[in-house]
DNA sequence: ATTATCTATAGATCTATAGATAATGC
DNA sequence: ATTATCTATAGATCTATAGATAATGC
C-alpha cells in the first residue's frame, strides 16, 4: 500500500526497518541544520546535504519525500526540545522563593548556552517558519509559551517591582532581553565592542540593567 | 571600446545617454530592493525584478552586467545615504549643550523613523553583506563610523554617568539600542505583547532603561 | 545613427525519479 | 525477500545572451 511508507503523524519521514535508516536520517538531520544555517535553505543544495551527510541523493529521496518534508522534520526536532527544555525551566516550583534578579539572571543565562550548544537549530527553524505557514504558527506557539512562562514568574513578584507600571515594565523587558539575546547569539551583525566582552560580562550588565530599570534588588550572590 | 561600456567607479552599471536610463535604472533598484528584501536574494529572480520594475529582463541587462552588478548598485546607493544621514545627525556642534539623555532619545527616534522610511535597504544590505565580502566589509565600516560618532557623543558627557564604568556602560548601551531598534523595525520574529504597543511608548521605556542603567537624569522636557 | 527595449532561447543548476546494485536480517 | 543505497538523468527553473524591433535626439 503506497500510502502508508510514509508515517502517519510524522508523514514526511519513511518509517525506517533496519538500524541503517534511522542513522542515515540522523545524519541528514545535521547535516540540513548545520547547511540550512549557514547558507540559508535554498543556499543548500540537495547534493550539498547528502554529501554532507556521507550518503547520496537517492538514499535521501528514500527517507524524505522530497526536501519540504525535511524542513518538517528538522523543526519538529527543534519543536520538541525546545518545549522540553521551556517546561522544566519555567516551572514555578522550580522558583520558589527565587527573587526576580534570580529569574532573569538564570533566564539570560539559560537561554545563551541553550543556543549556543546548537547554533543551527533555531536559525533554521526562524527560516523555515518564513516560508512555511504551517511551521511559523507552531513557532509562534512556542515562543508564546515561553513568553507566557516567565512573564508569569515576574507578574507574580510584582510587589518587588519599582516601576510605575509592572506589568508595561515586564512586557517591555522580555522584548529587550529576547532581542539582545537573540543578537548576541545568532546575528551579531558587526563585532561591535560590548560583543567582543566574554558572557560573564554580557550577564552582569544585562541583569544590571533590568534591575535599574524595574527597580528590583540586585541578584542575591 | 567594450572596456569602458560601464562605468569607471561604479563599474558594474551602464552610463545611460538617454533619459529613458536613468528612470528604468533607479525603477530596477527600487523593485530590486523591495523584492530581496521580502524573499531574499536568491528568492527574488530577475524576471520578477524586471516585472516590477515594468520592462523587460533584456532591458535589465542592457544597464547591468549581472545580477551581482544590481546588489552593488544596490548598496551604493544605501551606503551613500546611511553616511550623509549619520554625518549630519552625529555633528558634535548640533549636540552643544545637549545632556545624554536628550542624545539617546533623539537616536533612537531617528534611527527608527529612517528604517522605516525605506524598509528594504537595511534587510538588502545586511543580506548582501553575507554573500559579498567587498560589500560587508563596507556595511561594518559605515557600522563603525556611526558607533564611533555616538560613542563620542556619550564619553564626553562621562560625568553625567552614575554607572561605575562609564566607558564599558557606554558600549552596552549601544549594543541594547542597536539590537532593540532592529529587532522593532525590521526583524520582529513574533508579535510580542510590547511590539504592539505604539513607537512612543517604546521611545519612552527605551529611554528611561537607558537612563535608569547608566543613572542619568531623564530628558529634560 | 545611436541608444534602449523586447522576444526567444541557450546553458547552467537544482530537484526529484527510475532502474540497477548492495546490504540486512528472518 | 526485503530494505537501503547508488548512479545516471529527466524535467523544471533561473541567469544571461543573441538578434530583431522601437524610441530618442543630433
Known sequence: MQ?????SDLHWVREGKQDRSR??????LD????????????????????AAAGCSIG???????????????????YATMFEK???????P????????????????????ENDRMRPG???AATELGRVEPEIRSHVLKLRAMMDTGIRELLLARSDEIGHSDPELAISFVLDQLGSMIRTRVHEPEMPTRFASQPDEQFFAETVRSVCAYLQVDPPSH
Open 3 to 7: 500510502s502508508s511508507q510514509w508515517t
Open 23 to 28: 542513522k542515515t536520517q540522523a545524519k541528514l
Open 31 to 50: 547535516a540540513a541544520e548545520d547547511l540550512f544555517a549557514e547558507h540559508g535553505i535554498d543556499g543548500a543544495t540537495m547534493a550539498d546535504i547528502a
Open 59 to 77: 538514499a535521501f529521496y528514500h527517507h524524505y519525500r522530497d526536501k519540504r518534508a525535511l524542513q518538517f522534520a528538522l523543526f519538529d526536532r
Open 85 to 91: 527544555t521551556n517546561r522544566i525551566a519555567l516551572d
Open 93 to 112: 516550583a522550580r522558583w520558589e522563593g527565587a527573587r526576580i534578579a534570580d529569574i532573569v539572571q538564570s533566564y539570560v543565562q539559560v537561554s545563551i
Open 121 to 123: 537549530q533555531r536559525r
